[in-house]
């Protein structure tokens, strides 16, 4: 099993490059950023996450930005978006973005993605709450046509476009693995779909990921995947070593540490307790 930690960029958290280097020198498989654009003023809809949006929420970077920085800064760390708020976003231009990244990295990119709990945030980019899965899935779509098509050609009911030419080309092939977050049974589905990947997150009402393996594995059979090739990645998780063994024994692919938003000292020394407790975990 892998295991990764993530964070929500910040101006006032360890830089991008920083906190790169040292997640790849204490042995960390991934590093994965967080996006939000903005938080709407009115803060209408409630977090699923409790009843206080935390300030990092408002306060992100540019996750592509971030991993650009943090692909410069090493040479084997893989670097994720956890995750990119693709119904948000232009197709073609986060096509170009995704690749571009998978190209400065050397190949190391994991794209992950979701549609987003804030309805709010979504109308401000002209997005609705209602259909927002379909437009996920449409995106992503149409972004596989990008990244491997010459000449793409992608015609859906919310996206459409007719013979373009856009470079360049992911390193990775056929494109950077997909990685869907969501809870189950839903996040399951269109990851099965549509993705390489499922990322349930924890906080979000049905926390025990372990017992839905063998769903899971069922589920991907039926529809004809092999649940050996796609990557279950329990998201945001604490230093806890029971947790991290089931994880383990239910087989899961990875876990990823949650980091807070802090200066170096103070992240540096909570990864080398996430690091304490996967030691003691392996023991």
């Given at each position: 099993?892998?295991?990764?930690?993530m964070?929500?960029?910040?101006?006032?958290?360890?830089?991008?490059?920083?906190?790169?280097?040292?997640?790849e020198?204490?042995?960390?498989?991934?590093?994965?950023?967080?996006?939000?654009?903005?938080?709407?003023?009115?803060?209408?809809?409630?977090?699923?996450?409790?009843?206080?949006?935390?300030?990092?929420?408002?306060?992100?970077?540019?996750?592509?930005?971030?991993?650009?920085?943090?692909?410069?800064?090493?040479t084997?760390?893989?670097?994720?978006t956890?995750?990119?708020?693709?119904?948000?976003?232009d197709v073609?231009?986060?096509?170009?973005?995704?690749?571009?990244?998978?190209?400065?990295?050397?190949?190391?990119?994991?794209?992950?993605?979701g549609?987003?709990?804030?309805k709010?945030?979504?109308?401000?980019?002209?997005?609705?709450?209602?259909?927002?899965?379909?437009?996920?899935?449409?995106?992503?779509?149409?972004?596989?046509?990008?990244?491997?098509?010459?000449?793409?050609t992608?015609?859906?009911?919310?996206?459409?476009?007719?013979?373009i030419?856009?470079?360049?080309?992911?390193?990775?092939?056929?494109?950077?693995?997909?990685?869907?977050?969501?809870?189950?049974?839903?996040?399951?589905?269109?990851?099965?779909?549509?993705?390489?990947g499922?990322?349930?997150?924890?906080?979000?009402?049905?926390?025990?990921?372990?017992?839905?393996?063998?769903?899971?594995?069922?589920?991907?059979?039926?529809?004809?995947?092999?649940?050996?090739?796609?990557?279950?990645?329990?998201?945001a998780?604490?230093?806890?070593?029971?947790?991290?063994?089931?994880?383990?024994?239910?087989?899961?692919?990875?876990?990823?540490?949650?980091?807070?938003?802090?200066?170096?000292?103070?992240?540096?020394?909570?990864?080398?307790?996430?690091?304490?407790?996967i030691?003691m975990?392996?023991?």
């Open positions: 099993m892998h295991y990764g930690v964070i929500f960029p910040t101006a006032y958290a360890v830089p991008p490059g920083e906190l790169a280097r040292a997640a020198e204490r042995g960390f498989e991934s590093l994965w950023f967080a996006e939000h654009s903005h938080i709407p003023a009115s803060r209408e809809t409630p977090w699923p996450g409790g009843a206080e949006l935390p300030q990092m929420y408002y306060d992100a970077m540019d996750p592509f930005v971030a991993l650009a920085a943090a692909a410069e800064a090493t084997e760390l893989k670097l994720a956890g995750i990119c708020l693709v119904i948000q976003r073609i231009q986060t096509a170009k973005s995704v690749a571009t990244l998978d190209v400065l990295s050397g190949g190391r990119f994991l794209f992950g993605v549609g987003g709990w804030n709010e945030e979504m109308a401000n980019h002209g997005t609705a709450f209602e259909g927002r899965w379909k437009l996920l899935r449409e995106k992503i779509e149409a972004m596989k046509q990008i990244w491997t098509q010459d000449e793409a992608y015609k859906g009911e919310r996206i459409a476009f007719d013979r030419i856009a470079n360049p080309k992911p390193i990775q092939k056929p494109h950077p693995p997909i990685h869907v977050g969501g809870a189950f049974p839903g996040g399951m589905r269109r990851a099965l779909r549509y993705g390489d499922w990322i349930p997150l924890l906080g979000r009402g049905d926390d025990d990921i372990t017992k839905h393996m063998t769903a899971f594995r069922q589920a991907a059979r039926e529809v004809d995947r092999d649940p050996d090739t796609m990557e279950v990645t329990l998201y998780i604490g230093p806890d070593a029971d947790l991290v063994k089931r994880c383990e024994d239910a087989g899961l692919s990875r876990v990823v540490f949650g980091l807070p938003p802090a200066e170096s000292g103070i992240v540096f020394k909570y990864m080398d307790h996430i690091a304490g407790v030691g975990h392996r023991r």
